[in-house]
Every structure is written in C-alpha cells, then in structure tokens.
C-alpha cells in the first residue's frame, strides 16, 4: 500500500463526511423551524387557563364568605389537599 494513496484516501473520506454533517445540520435546522412553527401556532389557537398565576377557587371562596363555620371548612380542606 503506497503512502501517499492513503493519505488521499483518508482525505476524501474526510470531505465527505464534512459534507455529510453539514447535510445533517441542515436537515436538523429545518425539522426544529418547522416544529416550533406548529408549537407557536398550537400556543396561538390554545386558550390560556383561566386560574394562571391565582389561587385556588376554595381559598377565594373562603374570603367571600361570611359565615365564620364555612369559612374554616373551606380553609381546612385547602390545607389536606396541599399536605
């Protein structure tokens, strides 16, 4: 085996792997700008919750009422619940 062919060999498997990677990256950038195209749009047509960043509707409750015995009803089970 000559050196030299070796060499040339070995260089162009380099090359083409080069060209290969950056098949793959492009590909790779293609697939994410396409899924975060379908995640913006699913984030667009999903309505929001109603409760994001609020407390629980017992606690809320519990503030509302006036009657002392439901008020620590409500409020002792918000507490199991988070226990």
Same mark, same amino acid.
């Given at each position: ?6 060499? @040339? $060999?070995? #260089? =162009? ?5 080069? *060209?290969?990677?950056? /098949? ?5 950038? @293609? $697939?994410? #700008? =396409? ?5 913006? *749009?699913?984030?667009? /047509? ?5 409760? @994001? ?31």
């Amino acid at each position: 085996m000559d050196l030299a062919d070796e060499i @040339a $060999r070995r #260089e =162009a498997r380099q090359r083409q792997l080069a *060209e290969a990677k950056v /098949v793959l990256e492009q590909r790779a950038q @293609a $697939r994410y #700008e =396409a899924e975060k195209a379908e995640y913006d *749009e699913s984030r667009r /047509v999903r309505p929001k919750p109603r409760s @994001a960043g609020k407390s629980h509707g017992a606690v809320r409750r519990s503030r509302r009422s006036r009657d002392p015995a439901i008020r620590i009803s409500t409020i002792s089970r918000t507490r199991t619940r988070a226990l």
